[in-house]
């Protein structure tokens, strides 16, 4: 696959990624569970989004020799 390709396939995919589960999170904090019930979910939503962002940067971005 191309560079240019993997560069906007990946970044679409992350993005989908990151803002269905930052969505998800916000509607959980703001609804039912309040903002101290949906905390846990929204620590583990910015380590997973950080991973993941981290591995776009690996596999798409980061030229490798």
Known sequence: MSYTV????????????LIFTGELSRSISS??????GG???L????????????????ECVRRKK
């Open 31 to 36: 609804g039912f569970a309040g903002f101290w």
């Open 6 to 17: 993997k560069l906007v396939v990946g970044l679409i995919g992350t993005a989908l990624f």
């Open 43 to 58: 620590v583990i939503v910015i380590l997973v989004g950080a991973m993941a962002v981290y591995d776009f940067w690996d």
């Open 39 to 41: 905390f846990p979910f």
